[in-house]
């Protein structure tokens, strides 16, 4: 299949520019929706200055944003159109390097470019923004220790995964996607269960729960659910930031279920069990299931996309190179993929939504009671500034999990509805 070099530079350039402009429109949306008063059902959780506090990081976090979409968006078009990858080729070919052994070189350097770049952008969000708002509690040195362990972590472990890669794309014939597509099933499988045990504590602290009654209070919910659970572990998150969170991670023995730190010291036990069981539901409900074969399937039409792409001379005309290589063709594809990407991604957020609602009535449901998980919710809302009062088009485009208010008053309607159903059975 052959497309032209002024095709693929026009799909390419509409997408750049026009994602600069839907994401920077829905922040705006985004800002114009904080005029509206603060919901009745979080006047026990923020006074007017909380509140306000509130509106004030979400604007600063906005702003911010837009100015780093627009160093972002401008860096990328001036190396495109100043020939900065063919610059970039023309230095590693220089070394005879194999081609396998050349791409790692060629992604590596501009990875590692991208990273500094951006690097100035996040050691100011979080000692400017996130210390400003309370929040940061991450020294420089462990800020430049977690950046030296995710450059190791990403050379081993991406480094093997695009070797491989690149060798089949190579030398695999026509079927070489199949290969690729079976190998990242493989590593993505292997990785859920050494990320929980061997990739996670290189980073943070992870403390078997102690014996007491929240330990035995979410033992005791686990059993009633028929929820196989020895693992519940408190993270450490208080050493780099005051924000709560708890998560579920892993698969078969290595799965475990994890609190900050921060959580535990904000919510009372019931709280505590609501929270865990909802993180329980996403699994009983399969949803994480669904997450992972989705996300397999996704990239095997990725793969079978690039088998189809990856020589395309217009693609490498496009970008002014005067060779075509396996591992430029996977970066320039990589932009040319952005529209069915940021398509796919709107799908995915929408069913995680629905996710998100699931597990909480499932939650609730196995409880008999929303009330604690409501309360939560709010304590949760109220810890982390969360916006309580976001515009439709940035969640549409944004949010993983529904906004906060919604998700309340779903719970809320949950027993409600239940109620009215008893009354109408009574005068039955």
Known sequence: MHFSQQFITLVILTTLIGSYFIDNIAGFL?????????????KD???PQKYA????YLKANTKFGFITSSFDLAVILVFWFSGGFQLIDSYIRSFNFNSIVSGLFFIGILLVSKLFISLPFSVYSTFVIEEKFGFNKTTPMLFFTDL????????VLGGLLLSIILGFLEFGGRFAWIMCWGVSTIFLIVVQYIVPTWIMPLFNKFTPLDEGPLKEAILNYAKSIDFKLSNIFVMDGSKRSSKSNAFFTGFGKNRRIVLFDTLIKEQTIE???LILAHEMGHFKKKHIIKRMVSGIFQMGFIFFLISIFISNEGLFHA??????????????FGMLYSPIDLFLSIIFQISSRKDEYDADRFAAKTVKDSRPLISALKKLAAHNLSNLTPHPFYVFLNYSHPPVLERINALKSLFSHASVAAIIFCFI
């Open 319 to 332: 970008f002014f190179m005067k060779e075509v290589s396996i591992y430029a063709g996977l970066i320039f």
């Open 148 to 155: 030296i362990k995710s450059i190791a972590l990403s050379a």
């Open 53 to 56: 506090e509130s509106q004030s």
């Open 271 to 273: 709280e505590l069990v």
């Open 45 to 47: 959780h923020y006074n």
């Open 30 to 42: 985004n800002l114009g929706n904080l005029n509206q008063p603060l919901p009745k059902e979080f």
